[in-house]
């Protein structure tokens, strides 16, 4: 009985994990309207603060309020902020000088009618629990209240209500906390706000003043899935108030939007949660921006041909070299292409290739030939060789030092934007040496300070070289079947690569250092036909 009561037992915990697992992963409504949303609002501070707003927070007292004007203080994004509540909290000092406390009795509201008029934005954190103040008392303040806040703010002329619901907020629910949550949702989108964004957060992960012993016990149940699935059921209140700021910087172009816990996550762009399922919202992000990159690059070409820039190629005879060349020449965005190598190919002739002009030296005494690297603004590395065919100390040699000195003669002379190739699982800290090398260079590219450097990581690379790599046959062959159902997966064609580096180059990025993995590749180039 004991055994078939532990084989049930278990048999329920993998349901249950795989059902979290799946429920993190699971795409997010109008995902590509919230990274957009994330990716503007750093730049849109400065617009918005010109515009000289003033805002006010009811419920400023609780661990969401506080949290909230944090972030509001940090980002100083209005002229004035009104909090309002029961009593005064310690704000001292030159960083609060834009704050105002304000208190109230929530029980005649109607008279500080006053503090709701001019303001823009209105932010409502008022929340109590059934526990501490009962049913009647848990009623009047979840709902009463807030909604008496939202009439005074609409009559103020408030444009822009932001509201802190709950996530499984639903008018129809038999239990008393969705219910109340889902019936001040829809009673604030009747009151007609220009713009009204309702935030559902899961169980909120904060160290309250206060006691919550109802909230305590979920919160230590639940903290372990914060490492693995942050996005499901718990939210940090710090992501909650970058988030609501985030939403007042680019609201949704609905009148009424809510925002789901995942939402949330996604909305703030929150780095506090490094977790494997993090990165997956991460991934989310990072394939919407991608796909706006290859989709936006064939229209810059114009733009970019008219700055008459020039550019370098080291590596060029090797497969992805070879393929970078011909995207090159067919796009023909650079006033000239240096290509740099051992030896000259003869294919390169005729009007076709007259931006092309190659260049010999020898990579032992690279720093002979430092003026060839002067007043490019772009940089292309694909240098890059086998344990195999050179030895250890021979690949060490090729993909470390000869990479290295190149990167630093373009930082020398004056290279913005330097892209790489590297590899999939680079990792410095790897005990594998191809791994370690290719981690190692993409560590010490990043310390030299490039404007803007751009890493690519392609799986196995899928080109008819003219050289023989056994081991790169073998693999080909034995994971033939994953290529070709499943092409973005472990694999990718030079000229894919070519592709993507070229669209990387066209498009501006706000980060100086961004890495490209392999499916991120697939995406720049925009090789959706390759997915079968």
């Avoid at 617009?47 to 309020?65: H, K, P």
């Avoid at 772009?378 to 000195?405: H, N, P, Q, W």
């Avoid at 020398?412 to 790489?420: P, S, T």
Wanted: hydrophobic share 40%.
């Amino acid at each position: 009985m004991f055994q078939v009561g532990a084989t049930v037992f278990a048999g329920f915990v993998v349901f249950l994990g795989i059902l979290i697992a799946w429920l993190e992963v699971t795409p997010i409504e109008r995902q590509e309207e919230i990274c957009r949303m994330a990716e503007a609002a750093p730049g849109k501070e400065d617009e918005f603060r010109s515009t000289n707003q003033t805002a006010f927070l009811v419920g400023y007292t609780g661990e969401t309020g506080k949290a909230l004007v944090e972030e509001l203080v940090n980002r100083n994004i209005f002229q004035k902020l009104i909090l309002i509540g029961r009593r005064e909290l310690n704000y001292e000092g030159e960083k609060y000088n834009k704050l105002e406390q304000k208190v109230v009795d929530y029980e005649k509201l109607d008279d500080h009618a006053d503090l709701f008029k001019g303001h823009s934005v209105g932010f409502c954190c008022l929340g109590t629990t059934r526990g501490k103040a009962g049913v009647e008392g848990f009623k009047r303040v979840d709902h009463d209240y807030v909604m008496m806040t939202a009439k005074l703010a609409k009559e103020g002329g408030c444009g822009h209500f932001v509201l802190q619901s709950s996530q499984g907020a639903n008018k129809k629910s038999s239990f008393l906390y969705p219910k109340v949550k889902g019936e001040v949702e829809a009673e604030c989108t009747e009151v007609g706000f220009e713009k009204l964004s309702i935030f559902r957060p899961g169980v909120l992960m904060v160290d309250r003043q206060e006691s919550r012993p109802g909230e305590w016990f979920v919160r230590k149940v639940l903290a372990p899935l914060k490492y693995v699935a942050p996005t499901v059921m718990t939210c940090p209140v710090e992501t909650v108030a970058k988030a609501m700021v985030n939403a007042v910087l680019t609201p949704s172009d609905k009148p009424a939007e809510i925002y789901e816990n995942k939402a949330v996550h996604l909305l703030a762009k929150d780095k506090s949660c490094c977790t494997v399922c993090y990165r997956t919202l991460i991934r989310r992000f990072d394939i919407y921006k991608s796909y706006r990159m290859a989709e936006a690059a064939p229209g810059k070409e114009d733009e970019f041909r008219s700055t008459n820039q020039t550019a370098f190629v080291v590596g060029y005879s090797g497969g992805t070299g070879l393929a970078l060349v011909e995207e090159l020449v067919n796009r023909n965005i650079f006033q000239k292409v240096f290509l740099i190598g051992r030896r000259k190919l003869d294919k390169y002739e005729g009007d076709k290739y007259s931006m092309l002009e190659q260049k010999t030296l020898d990579f032992e005494k690279l720093e002979d030939y430092a003026d060839e690297f002067k007043g490019h603004s772009v940089g292309f590395v694909c240098l890059g060789t086998s344990r195999a065919k050179v030895g250890k100390e021979g690949f060490r040699r090729v993909d470390r030092d000869y990479i290295m000195k190149v990167a630093e003669l373009a930082k020398a002379g004056g290279c913005r934007h330097f892209l790489l190739i590297s590899a999939h699982g680079a990792d410095k800290n790897s005990s594998l040496l191809y791994n370690k090398v290719k981690g190692e260079v993409e560590a010490e590219c990043t310390e030299l300070g490039f404007q803007r450097l751009s890493i690519f990581r392609p799986g196995l690379l899928i080109a008819e070289r003219e050289e023989s790599r056994i081991a790169e046959r073998f693999f080909r062959v034995l994971l033939a079947p994953i290529i070709y159902f499943k092409p973005t997966l472990v694999s990718v064609p030079v000229e894919t690569v070519a592709k993507a580096m070229v669209n990387v180059v066209l498009e501006p990025c706000q980060e100086p250092v961004e890495t490209v993995d392999n499916h991120g590749i697939h995406r720049l180039a925009q090789e959706k036909e390759s997915e079968k």
